[in-house]
T-cell receptor
């Protein structure tokens, strides 16, 4: 069975703080793909990043960075120097041997000015 | 079009009625997905098309739900005899069809069954 767990239901920080969103996954597939999506209040899911199971290199894109560790089955997402515009619900998702995306429950991130 | 387009953006219908939700994917994308999202939850897979055929419809909750993609582009999700429990946001996504590519989502159709 495949599963994605985002244990943090809601996180609230003050602007400019760093914040890490946790994602833990379960799969028996040897090849799989991990994703992060952002869902702002407008509702549209916005793709942020895709990671292949055979590539554990961490990635940085501006203020965003992702830490993929197969040993702990985690794919955590860090925002440095958070901004109010980062406020949204963030979803972690897994795609294994089929084409379905298995989603976590999401973490609601609130950035206070 | 530039992105995935879904119409209508909102639909209110009476219990027992039939509804159709439309999705226009990104041009050239062979894979199309339907998901359903209830408030406070992650999306739930409904059906996946590769071209014109439904490659995986294991997520459709029951036989009241049906989806088509007759020409391999636009897709329609059809719900018969709607129930209040069908109320949710219905999301459509498309991708290039390769398993290792990301899906791009439309803004969704908010369906309310009263």
């Amino acid at each position: 069975a495949q599963k994605v767990t985002q244990a943090q239901t809601e996180i609230s920080v003050v602007e400019k703080e760093d914040v890490t969103l946790d994602c833990v996954y379960e799969t028996r597939d040897t090849t799989y793909y991990l994703f992060w999506y952002k869902q702002p209040p407008s509702g549209e899911l916005v793709f942020l990043i895709r990671r292949n199971s055979f590539d554990e290199q961490n990635e940085i894109s501006g203020r965003y960075s992702w830490n993929f560790q197969k040993s702990t089955s985690s794919f955590n997402f860090t925002i440095t120097a958070s901004q109010v515009v980062d406020s949204a619900v963030y979803f972690c998702a897994l795609k294994g041997s089929n084409y379905q995306l298995i989603w976590g429950a999401g973490t609601k991130l609130i950035i206070k000015p | 079009g530039a992105g995935v387009s879904q119409t209508p953006s909102n639909k209110v219908t009476e219990k027992g009625k039939y509804v159709e939700l439309r999705c226009d994917p990104i041009s050239g994308h062979t894979a199309l997905y339907w998901y359903r999202q209830s408030l406070g939850q992650g999306p739930e897979f409904l059906i996946y098309f590769q071209g014109t055929g439904a490659a995986d419809d294991s997520g459709l909750p029951n036989d009241r739900f049906f989806a088509v993609r007759p020409e391999g582009s636009v897709s329609t999700l059809k719900i018969q005899r709607t129930e209040r429990g069908d109320s949710a946001v219905y999301l459509c996504a498309s991708s290039s069809g390769q398993k290792n590519t990301e899906a791009f989502f439309g803004q969704g159709t908010r369906l309310t069954v009263v």
